[in-house]
């Protein structure tokens, strides 16, 4: 029986320590032939801003309700497909995302359990060893001696 929380801090803190590394960037460099994420990034970021100025387009009066419903579904429309190209992208290449990261911790925190468990599979395999009868692991030092992660040859 192992405490499953220190653990899983210390595989956090050597993945975002790696991946805040200066050669990272080769990492997760997306693949030639791969879905371009930051394009899309870019994409839906300039949609929420239409969004946003459609909304102040109301607020002044210089547009309908019935105008900005017409737009704002277009542009909902739009944000569900680069939402779903994204999450494609992502599935066919986990660390495609990552190249667009200023502070990999920051992503780290905001990404759901399942981001951050596929990220793991991706860049290593983690093996848990046992510690003996009585003994408790309670620090990231005791984790470290406890647990092997071996890197793949991404």
Known sequence: MRNGDII?????????????????????????????????NSTREALKRRRQLIASFVARGLMTDAEADESLVGIARELQTIGDQI????????????????DVREWWSDA??????????????????????????TTLDGAADSVTLEWTNR
């Open 8 to 40: 899983d801090r210390y595989v956090s803190e050597v993945c975002i320590a790696r991946l805040a590394e200066k050669d990272a960037a080769d990492l997760v460099a997306p693949r030639s032939d791969a879905i371009d994420i930051a394009m899309l």
């Open 87 to 102: 999450a494609l992208a992502v599935l066919e290449d986990p660390l495609a995302e990552l190249a667009l990261v200023d």
């Open 112 to 137: 759901t359990l399942a981001r951050r468990r596929l990220l793991v599979e991706t860049l290593m395999v983690v093996r848990i060893h046992p510690v003996g009868h009585g003994k408790r692991v």
